[in-house]
């Protein structure tokens, strides 16, 4: 059985006849772009979708229903390029397989009919200039179809679905982790306190508020008055452990969206957010402006490796950026952008800002130094860097993580992947330590 990693690019599209000017298809044509922005260019799924043309004229109900097909194409991709492997002389161009991988996954993974899955396969080649394979899409498409769930038949489906690096940089959390990627993920809300949350919602041990997947957060009652804020139950811990006390000089560096922010300014902390990129900082605004906290928060556009504060601080909530392994359930992309290389980077970035958020603390202050990552060079690796810049460690206590004793390392860290509360539905993955400045 063969193990497959994203596919690479053949750096030519396939031209022919049937072309249209206009979409017939949103959805799939959306699709398309998001799979092959991922596939042959290593763009993030929301940025592949931005990038699509068909996406900016699209309706909202389209873009969604674009977004959860390219998105299971993303999660099923190795077993759907294995089911496909047998139907194949040869390895067809690159928009051609994204053609095909959209069909199979409407078949075996969507529960589309038949004739939509394939006719509608069929009709996006054509569309995208590549109707000289429109035939190979409705031989293969329709064979796949007559043996249905039987092509899943000995497949180690959780396996083919992560590419094999990042399977074995898990250990033994890859196979509970990989259990949890194959289905969309639920949406979880933290509540403003003395907000009452929404009907329907499931109170889980830490108080998210858990709602099924594909519920729609600007439909509940409560959202446009800032009630509550999304925000998954493992991304809560991070400023919940900093525990920022009422009248606490705290920063939340790399800030956005912001949920953590608002945490911290609930609990009375005063607070300054800081945040880089600008469009980053534009939805961090408005997310504490809906939950009125825009007059509260100190907002900074700022490198937080050089930004520092005019006076030291009690506390720092540091969430850096990182390979968002964690979040894979949410952004199966990044399971195909990600490369081995790029971690070394990544985690010199944190290490960097891990450094400048110790200088900004007032002796004895403490740090929360957290990632959404499942890698250990930036788990791990960097909170025993952050004791060798001179940091004291200060391991979480196990009173602390009463409702998640399974997250609690023996170091006193954090630990969350995908494959814990699997039964409500799993988590983000997340890691998290806390020091405290000599």
Known sequence: MKQTSAPRSSGRRATGRGAQAAPADPTRDIAFDIVTGVIEHRRMLETSMENSPVARQAEPRDRAAAHRLGA??????????????????KEPPEPVRAVLLIGVAQLLFLGTPVHAAVATSVALARRRGLAPFAGLVNAVLRRIAQKGDGCLDGLDQERLDVPPWLWASWGRMARPIAAALGTEPPLDLSMRPGCLPPPGGELLPNGTVRFAAGTRVTELPGFAEGAFWVQDAAASLPARLLDAKAGERVADLCAAPGGKTAQLALAGADVTAVERDPRRLERLG???????????????????????????????????????????????????IKRPRDLAALAAGQQALLKAAGDMLRPGGRLVYAVCSLQPEEGPA?????????????????????????????????????????????????????????
């Open 72 to 89: 299971s194409v993303l999660r099923h991709m190795g077993t759907a390029t294995e089911v496909l492997s047998p139907f194949l002389k």
């Open 286 to 336: 408005a997310n504490l402006a809906r939950l009125q906290l825009g007059d509260v928060v100190k907002v900074v556009q700022a490198d937080a490796t050089q930004w520092r504060p005019d006076a030291p601080l009690d506390a720092v909530l540091l969430d850096a950026p990182c390979s968002a392994t964690g979040t894979v359930r949410r952004h199966p992309d990044a399971l195909w």
């Open 382 to 438: 960097c909170a025993r860097a952050a004791e060798e810049m001179g940091l004291i460690a200060d391991p979480f206590t196990p009173e602390e993580l009463a409702f998640l004793p399974q997250a609690h390392t023996p170091e006193g860290w954090v630990r969350t992947h995908p494959g814990m509360w699997a039964e409500q539905g799993g988590m983000d993955g997340f890691f998290a330590a806390r020091f405290r400045k000599g």
